[in-house]
């Protein structure tokens, strides 16, 4: 995934971008990056690798390196970013949040109309930031490039400009499937992905910009360059998983969708008697512990953490770039609380279960500890397809998926045919899905939170919300 801020102030803004990015990090592992504009400078840039170390620890000295009243920053899981474009537009700053699916085509027609070059990273690949630059640069000014450039890319674009005059440009990807905010105090306007963000730098929420909504933002306001459409599909998983708990998104709040999240499925198991005599409840943590709670007060099973992640030193498990190196420091992690395990009958919501190579580390950890069953939900119906909108659950191949993985197991490629069936607990295959994976993983019992009760608890329009990793619908 990845995540941005902005800010443009009437004095020097570097205190709250940097803060403003440092509190998206929980969005991205790979690379930090910040540039700025000063009326004496003129444009700056630094880019650090943050796989190996958060981003405020490689940038605690850019107070004395960086200056100016406006900048914009972001934490990626892709490319290296910001980018310093200098083209017929002017020279300009650009950070994008999104995925490309067809950027061989885009740069197959950029360079046979215009005969121009890309920089080319390790491998040929090229930086999906400066391809979005290349057609933004197509068109004779911003509002007018950005739109040509949300149309031409298969996937979805968010973008930060921070012009050569100071100003800053934000747009939000054109189906809105993920955040952009605007933020207002007494010194300026900025521009954020998570809205806590800003207020916890004293700003206080001005507007959230609609599907492909364009705005000009200034120290003395925001300006509208081009309006939002009508038709959004913003990410669910932003509930479920990615957001920041203390984050809102359409005006629903993070923490409270997953309380009403895990009440609803703790009202299907008590439906139909499944998991009971039960000693506590527990997240898989840190996001599926609010779930568990919502679980816990709706069922009257008392929450527990028989586990604790020790996160002094490995604050996030999928910082290695090597799945073992992952799957060993998200074991090392895992510190047990005897008292609360042996001999217990557990139940253990989990975000997500997209691969399940962890989660299998997990229950074998519990019960080498003593546990007496472990029974395990997930916060989220079965994943059935890699994500093309977002850099986020996406897989080499789709059969990485538990869910895929076992429906072939189960039917081979007919089964394929019926993902639907699948993912409905009320149906035979429904049932064989779930019976097969408790099997692999020797969960007690598994169950997933269905797609209708996930848009309950999310709590806007269906039809607003993109539900594809589930269901493949567009």
């Not at 990090?25 to 910040?34: P, Q």
């Not at 990626?76 to 200098?86: E, N, V």
């Not at 609803?264 to 439906?271: E, G, Y």
């Not at 977002?390 to 019926?418: A, D, K």
Request: aromatic share 10%; glycine share 10%; with cysteine.
């Amino acid at each position: 995934m990845g995540g941005f801020f902005g800010a443009a102030l009437k004095s020097d803004c570097m205190v709250d971008v940097f803060f403003g990015v440092d509190y998206h990090s929980h969005l991205g592992t790979r690379r930090g990056g910040l540039a700025a504009y000063d009326d004496q400078i003129g444009l700056q840039r630094e880019i650090h690798n943050i796989e190996n170390s958060p981003f405020r620890t490689k940038f605690e000295n850019i107070f004395d390196e960086m200056k100016g009243c406006s900048a914009i920053g972001c934490i990626s899981d892709t490319d290296p970013q910001p980018l310093l474009i200098r083209s017929s537009l002017g020279t300009y700053a650009i950070c994008t949040v999104g995925r490309i699916n067809n950027a061989e085509v885009l740069i197959d027609n950029y360079l046979s109309n215009s005969g121009g070059h890309f920089d080319a990273m390790t491998g040929g690949n090229i930086n999906s930031t400066e391809l979005t630059a290349a057609l933004i640069n197509q068109k004779r000014d911003f509002a007018e490039g950005i739109k040509f450039a949300q149309e031409q890319i298969e996937g979805s674009a968010s973008i930060l400009i921070l012009k050569e005059d100071g100003s800053i440009i934000a747009a939000r990807d054109k189906m809105g499937r993920i955040p952009v905010l605007i933020g207002k105090s007494e010194e300026g306007c900025c521009v954020s992905f998570e809205s806590f963000a800003y207020k916890k730098l004293g700003y206080d929420d001005e507007k959230e910009l609609g599907p492909g909504e364009i705005v000009e933002i200034t120290a003395d306001g925001v300006r509208q360059l081009a309006p939002p459409g009508v038709e959004m599909r913003i990410c669910s998983f932003l509930w479920t998983y990615y957001g920041y708990p203390t984050s809102n998104y359409e005006g629903v709040n993070v923490e409270a969708m997953r309380y009403r999240n895990g009440e609803i499925m703790a009202r299907h198991d008590m439906k139909v008697n499944n998991a009971e005599n039960l000693d506590y409840v527990g997240g898989v943590p840190d996001s599926g512990t609010p779930h568990a709670i919502g679980y816990a007060n709706e069922s009257h099973i008392p929450f527990a953490r028989p586990f604790i992640k020790y996160t002094p030193t490995w604050p996030r498990s999928f910082m290695p770039t090597n799945q073992r190196e992952r799957d060993k420091v998200a074991k090392m992690k895992q510190i047990p609380i005897h008292e609360l395990i042996e001999g217990k009958k557990l139940l253990f919501v989990d975000d997500s279960i997209v691969r399940g190579t962890q989660l299998r580390e997990t229950v074998e950890f519990l019960y080498g500890n003593g546990a007496k069953a472990v029974h395990m939900r997930s916060a989220c119906p079965p994943i059935m397809y890699g994500c093309k909108y977002l850099n986020f659950s996406s897989s080499e191949s789709e059969m990485e998926l538990i869910s895929r993985r076992v429906i072939l197991e189960l039917e081979g490629e007919e089964g394929l045919n019926y993902l639907e069936e699948y993912s409905d607990t009320n149906t035979d295959r429904g049932q064989a899905l779930r019976k097969a994976i408790a099997d692999k993983f020797n969960f007690a019992s598994l169950e997933f939170q269905s797609l209708e009760g996930l848009v309950e608890a999310v709590g806007i329009e269906p039809c607003k919300l993109c539900t594809y990793c589930w269901n493949g619908k567009e």
